[in-house]
C-alpha cells in the first residue's frame, strides 16, 4: 500500500553525513504525488464539478419563487409524467430481458454466444439519433408496419408515446444485461444444480437460488438504466415529434425552454435530472462500495 | 559481498514486523531465511533489497551503508516468488532489460546485451527460448528466466523470494539442486527465503530460523536441527513431542512419578521436555520412564507413528516403532526418550537456558 | 422452438424460455430496425448514394465529427491514464467522491450537460469571459464541440485503464527498480505497454460514443452548417425535410463505423488476452 499517510518513517541515522533513502521504489516522489493529485482534481472540477453546478447555479439564478415557478407549468409537469411513465414502461422491460439474456448466456454454451454478447452491447457504440431513426424508419406512417397499424387499429407509434418507450428501451437494455451477465459466468451453475438436486424445480431455483446471488447487481443494473432512460435525449428528440404537452419528455423539454430563452426554467428543469444523476451515483457508490463482491466488475463504461 | 545486518528493527503502522535482527553474512555463502508465514523472512529480505526501508537500524553491503543507497543502486539481482517477469518483453528483452537501462556510459551496446541473454539461458539451461514469451513457458522455465534476469546485471547479492513455492514437488526438487550448482558455479552472496525446511537445509549453508520477527537461530543444517536453542526451532525444525515437565532438584517429574531423567543444572520448577519420536528406547517396567496409553497410531513411511495419552493431564505426544514392533499392538507402551531437551519455564529468553541430553 | 439441442447439455431448466425471449427481444429492438436502415440505404441507387455521401455539407460534417472526436478521445486517454493512475496508486482525503464523480458524465443527461456547458463557455459564462476579450470564442466553434465530446468520453479511459492498474503486480514494478531502472524508466518501459490494450480500448469507446453523441453538443455547437454541424445533426435535418433515404444513408455510414470500432475493440482485446492473458 503506498499512500501519502503511511510513508516510512525516518531511519535512524549510523553515520553523520546520511541521506536516507525513503520513497518507495514503487511510488513517486510526494511532490509529484502532489502535482497529480492537483492536477486531477484541477481537471475532473472543470470538466465536471463545474458543469454539474452551474446547473444549479443557473436554476436559482433568479431565487427560489423563479426556481419553483417552473414546476407549476403544465409543461414541465407533463415532462415529468411522461418521463416517469417511460421510465416506468422501458426499465421493467430492460429487467426481463436483462435476466432472460443473462440466464441463456451465463449458464449454457451455445454457438453464437459471443456474438450475442457483441449484439447486446452494440447500443453502447450507435448513436441515440440512429437508434431512434431506425423505428421511423422501420414504423413511420409511412412505412408499411407503421401506415398498416394507423389504418387498421389507429396506433400511431412514431410522434407518438409508444415510439418515445421503443428508442428509450433500444438505447437502455443494455444496462442490466451487462451488469449480470460477468456476474452469474463468474457465479457458475454450481448453486442451481445443488438446488435441483434439492427437489426445487426451475421457478424455485431462480427465485430462491439465482436471483438472491445477483440482487445487488441487478439493482446496480437498474439504477444505470434508470438514469439513462429518464434522461435519454438524442433518440427521443427525433421520435417524439415534440408534441408539446404529449411527447415531450423532460430532457425535450429542457431543449424547448432552452430555445425559448426561458433559460431559469430550462435550468430548474435540468436540476431535477441532474439530482437524480447524483443521486444516482451516490447509489452507485455505495453499492460499489459495500457489496463490491456482489458487482462484478463490468470494466467498461456505459 | 559480505553483509550485515545490524539491530534492525521495522514497523508497518504500528505493527513490529522485526525486532531488533542481526546477522552477519559471508561473501559467497549460500543462506536461507526459514520461518512460517508472518515470521519476518520476506520483510527482512525485502529490506536488504532496498524495497522497504528499516524503521531502525543499518544494512551494510561490505562496508558500505546501504540505507543511503536506492534500490536502483544497490545492484542486487531479486527473483520474486511469482517470478515477476515482463509479460510484454520476450525472455531475451528480460534478462537483457538490466542492461538496457543502464546509463548511457554504462550500457553494453545491443549486441552485448543480446549475448549476454543468450550466455545467461545456457546457464539456465534454457538456451532456444530468446524469442519465447512468458506467457508461453512452464514455471519452472520462468523461475530459471527470472534467475537469469537476475544474474544479467551482475549483482553484489541475489536474493530469492520463495524461489520454489509456485511450483510441483519435482521441479521443485530438481530446481533446487540447480540452485544450488548455480551458486558454486557464480559464487554469489545468496540469501533465499523458504517455509519449507527440507529445502533450507538441504540447499543452504547456514539457516536462519525466524518466528514472530525475531532471529530464533543461526547455524548449519546439523547446528538447527540437533542443537536447537528454542523451543520453537525444536518445534518448527523436524518432527517433536514435547511434554510439561516439573523439575524438582534436577529431576524431571511427570504429574507424581519421575520419568528417570535428571539434570542438576535444571532450576526448580515446571519446564517443557522435547525429544524427536523416533529417537526413544522402549522400556519393560516402568520405574523412571515416560508410560502411556496408545490413543491411535497411523503408518509414516517405513515405521509406524503412536500416538499415546500420558499421566494424569492427559498429555499427548507421539514416538515412532519399527512396523512389525510388538509394543504396537499394546494398549500401554513405556519408553525413554534417547536424546532430548528441558526447556525450563522462564520469562527469559529460553535459548539461554537450555538443557541438553548428553 | 421444440428440438433446440445445439447448445452442449446441462441440467439447468429454462433454457429454451430464456433462449427464445432474447433472441425475440433483440430481434423487434435491435435486429431488425438496423437491418431497416441498411435496406433503405439500398433504395437510393448508386450515384444518389454516392452524392450525398460526398456533399461538401456532409463531407464537412464527417471531418468535424471525427476530428473532434478523435481529439477529444486523445485528451480523453492523456488525461484518462492520469485520473486513473491517481485514484489507484494514490490514497488522499475525497479520493472516492472523486472516484464517483468520474462517471458523472454516464449519469448526467446529455442535454443538461449541452446546456450547462453552453452557459459556462458562451462569451458571457464563468469561463467563456476569460477568452472573449482576447477574442477566443468557445461556445459555437468546434473548440466547444471538442469541449463536449472531452466531456462525455472523460470517463471510458478511466474505467477501462483503472482494473488494469488495479491488478499490475507490484512485484513486476519491484523487479525492474532492482534490476536498476529508474522510476520513469519503469513507468514507461514495464508499466505503460501493460495498459496499451485498455487504452487502445478506451480511445475506441470514447471515439465511437463521441462520432454519435447529439445532447450535449448541439447546444454548444451553434450549428452552422459547414461549420460546426456534426453528423447527427445532419440526420435531424434531413429528417425533417422527410428525406428518409438520405437520413438512413447517413446513418447507415455512421453505424458501418460503429461496427468497425466494435470489431477493433474485439480484435485489441483478443490479441491483449493472448499476449497478457488478460484484458
Redesign the interface.
Known amino acids: ?6 510513508h ?2 525516518a ?2 541515522s ?2 553523520t553525513t ?11 516522489s510526494r511532490t509529484v ?1 502532489y502535482v ?2 492537483a ?3 484541477a ?2 472540477s472543470l ?6 453546478a ?2 444549479f447555479a ?1 436554476a436559482f439564478r433568479l431565487g427560489i419563487g423563479e426556481y419553483l415557478n417552473t414546476f407549476r407549468s403544465p409543461e414541465a409537469l407533463a415532462a415529468i409524467r411522461l418521463t416517469l411513465l417511460v421510465a416506468a414502461i422501458a426499465v421493467p422491460c430492460n429487467l ?2 436483462g ?3 443473462a ?3 451465463a ?5 453464437g454466444r459471443t456474438f ?1 454478447v ?13 437508434a431512434g ?6 414504423l ?1 406512417t409511412n412505412s408499411v408496419i407503421g401506415g398498416f397499424l394507423l389504418e387498421n387499429f389507429e396506433i400511431r407509434i412514431i410522434f407518438a408515446v409508444p415510439g418515445i418507450v ?1 428508442a428509450t ?2 438505447v437502455t ?1 443494455p444496462f442490466i444485461a451487462r451488469e449480470l451477465i460477468p456476474l452469474m459466468e463468474d457465479q457458475g ?1 454450481g448453486d ?2 445443488a438446488a ?1 438436486s434439492l427437489g426445487a ?2 421457478w424455485q ?2 427465485f430462491f437460488v439465482t436471483l438472491p446471488n445477483v440482487k445487488w447487481a441487478l439493482l446496480y443494473g437498474v439504477l ?1 438504466c434508470n ?2 432512460a ?5 433518440a427521443v ?2 421520435i417524439s415529434g415534440r408534441l408539446r404537452g404529449q411527447t415531450v419528455t ?3 423539454q ?2 424547448l425552454f ?1 430555445n425559448e430563452y426561458a ?1 431559469v426554467a ?2 430548474s428543469l ?1 436540476s431535477l ?2 439530482a437524480l ?2 443521486v ?3 447509489i ?2 455505495w453499492l460499489e ?1 459495500r457489496y463490491a463482491d456482489q458487482i462484478a ?1 463490468a ?4 | 559481498m559480505e553483509l550485515i545486518i ?1 539491530n534492525i528493527r521495522k ?1 508497518f ?1 504500528r505493527f513490529a514486523a522485526l525486532h531488533d535482527v542481526s546477522l552477519d553474512i559471508r561473501s559467497g555463502e549460500l543462506i536461507a531465511l526459514l520461518g512460517p508465514s508472518g515470521s519476518g523472512k520476506t520483510t527482512l529480505l525485502r529490506l536488504i533489497a ?9 544494512i551494510l553491503f561490505g562496508d558500505q ?1 546501504a ?6 543502486e544497490r545492484n542486487v539481482g531479486f527473483v520474486f516468488q511469482h517470478y515477476a517477469l515482463f509479460r510484454h518483453m520476450t525472455v531475451a528483452e528480460n534478462i537483457g532489460f538490466g542492461l538496457k537501462v543502464r546509463p548511457r556510459g554504462l550500457r553494453p551496446s545491443p549486441e552485448q546485451i543480446r549475448r549476454r541473454a543468450s550466455e545467461l539461458l545456457e546457464l539456465v539451461q534454457l538456451p532456444g527460448l530468446e524469442k519465447r514469451y512468458p506467457s508461453q513457458l512452464s514455471g519452472g522455465q520462468r523461475q530459471r528466466v527470472a534467475l537469469a534476469r537476475a544474474l544479467a546485471i551482475e549483482p553484489k547479492v541475489l536474493l530469492l523470494d520463495e524461489p520454489f513455492g509456485a511450483l510441483d514437488a519435482q521441479v521443485r526438487r530438481d530446481l533446487r539442486r540447480w540452485l544450488r550448482e548455480i551458486h558454486e558455479a557464480t559464487g554469489h552472496t545468496t540469501v533465499f527465503v523458504t517455509h519449507d525446511q527440507e529445502e533450507a537445509l538441504e540447499l543452504a549453508d547456514r539457516v536462519v530460523v525466524m518466528s514472530q520477527g525475531r532471529i530464533e537461530q543461526v547455524g548449519t543444517a546439523d547446528d538447527v536441527y540437533d542443537k536447537p536453542r528454542s523451543p520453537f526451532v525444536y518445534g518448527f525444525i523436524g518432527d517433536s513431542s514435547r511434554l510439561p515437565v516439573r523439575i524438582e532438584n534436577g529431576e524431571l517429574w511427570l504429574h507424581d512419578r519421575s520419568i528417570g531423567i535428571s539434570d542438576i543444572r535444571a532450576p526448580n520448577g515446571s519446564g517443557t521436555l522435547f525429544f524427536r519420536p523416533q529417537d526413544v528406547e522402549l522400556v519393560d517396567g516402568c520405574s523412571g520412564c515416560i508410560a502411556g496409553t496408545v490413543v491411535s497410531s497411523r503408518r509414516v513411511e517405513a515405521m509406524r507413528r503412536v500416538e499415546l495419552a500420558i499421566g494424569g493431564q492427559h498429555s499427548l505426544v507421539e514416538i515412532e516403532l519399527p512396523i512389525d514392533h510388538p509394543a504396537a499392538s499394546r494398549t500401554r507402551v513405556a519408553f525413554r526418550p534417547r536424546s532430548w531437551k528441558l526447556f525450563p519455564e522462564s520469562t527469559a529468553p529460553q535459548a539461554e537456558r537450555v538443557i541438553e541430553s548428553a | 422452438m421444440a428440438k433446440i439441442r ?3 447439455a ?6 429454451r ?3 427464445g ?2 433472441i425475440f ?2 430481434s423487434i ?6 437491418i ?2 441498411y435496406i ?1 440505404t439500398f433504395q437510393l441507387d448508386w450515384d444518389a448514394f454516392v452524392r450525398i455521401v460526398t456533399g461538401p455539407r456532409f463531407l464537412a460534417a464527417l471531418q468535424l465529427s471525427f476530428g473532434a472526436s478523435a481529439l477529444a478521445a486523445m485528451f480523453n486517454v492523456v ?1 484518462g491514464v ?2 486513473a ?3 489507484t ?4 482525503p ?1 479520493r ?1 467522491v ?20 453552453t ?2 463557455y458562451a462569451p458571457s459564462g ?2 467563456g469571459q476569460f477568452f472573449a476579450p482576447l477574442g477566443i470564442r468557445i461556445a459555437y466553434t468546434p473548440i466547444g464541440i471538442w ?1 463536449a465530446l ?2 462525455i468520453g ?3 479511459v478511466v ?2 485503464v483503472q ?1 488494469v492498474l488495479q491488478d499490475f503486480d ?1 512485484e513486476v ?2 523487479a525492474s ?2 534490476l536498476g531502472a529508474s ?1 520513469l524508466t519503469t513507468i514507461v518501459q514495464v508499466l505503460l505497454p501493460n495498459l496499451v490494450p485498455a487504452i487502445l ?2 480511445f475506441a ?1 470514447a471515439f ?2 463521441a ?5 450535449s453538443v448541439i ?1 454548444i455547437a451553434g450549428n452552422l452548417p459547414r461549420q460546426t454541424e456534426i453528423l ?1 445533426l445532419l ?2 435535418f434531413r ?1 425533417e425535410e422527410f428525406n ?1 433515404p438520405a ?2 444513408a447517413i ?1 447507415a455510414v ?2 458501418t463505423v ?2 468497425i ?2 470489431l477493433v475493440i ?1 480484435l485489441i482485446q483478443a490479441w491483449s488476452r493472448r499476449r497478457f492473458g488478460h ?1
Open positions: 500500500m503506498s499512500d501519502l499517510a503511511t516510512p518513517i531511519g535512524r549510523v553515520g546520511f541521506r536516507p533513502v525513503q520513497t518507495p521504489p514503487t511510488t513517486e504525488q497529480l493529485v492536477l486531477v482534481v481537471v475532473l470538466f465536471l464539478l463545474l458543469p454539474l452551474t446547473v443557473q426481463i430481458f435476466i432472460a439474456a440466464w441463456t448466456i449458464k449454457y454454451r451455445f454457438p450475442l457483441s449484439l447486446i452491447d452494440l447500443p453502447f457504440s450507435i448513436s441515440p439519433l440512429v431513426l431506425v423505428y421511423i424508419l422501420l413511420g421503443l428501451i433500444l437494455f451453475t442451481e444444480e435441483l424445480n426451475g431455483t431462480f444505470l438514469a439513462r429518464m434522461g435519454e435525449f438524442g428528440a427525433v423532460m430532457p425535450l429542457v431543449e432552452y433559460s430550462a435550468f435540468a435530472l441532474a444523476a447524483l444516482t451515483l451516490v452507485k457508490s462500495w466488475a470494466g467498461r463504461g456505459h | 545490524r514497523e503502522d532496498g524495497l522497504d526501508f528499516p524503521t531502525a537500524g543499518a551503508d540505507s543511503e543507497k536506492t534500490v536502483q | 445445439f447448445r452442449e446441462s441440467i439447468i431448466p429454462g433454457f424460455l430464456t433462449f425471449f432474447t427481444y433483440l429492438i435491435v435486429i431488425i430496425p438496423i431497416g436502415i433503405h488525461i492520469l485520473i493512475w491517481v485514484l496508486r494514490y490514497s488522499f475525497g472516492r472523486l472516484d464517483a464523480v468520474v462517471d458523472l458524465p454516464f449519469a448526467l443527461p446529455t442535454a443538461v450537460a449541452g446546456i450547462s456547458l452557459a459556462i464563468v469561463i469541449i472531452v466531456f472523460l470517463p471510458f474505467r477501462t482494473p507490484r514494478e519491484e527498480a532492482t522510476r480500448t478506451g469507446l465511437s460514443r462520432v454519435g453523441e447529439y445532447g447546444f447527427p440526420i435531424v429528417l428518409y437520413a438512413a446513418a455512421m453505424m460503429s461496427f470500432i466494435l474485439n484484458v
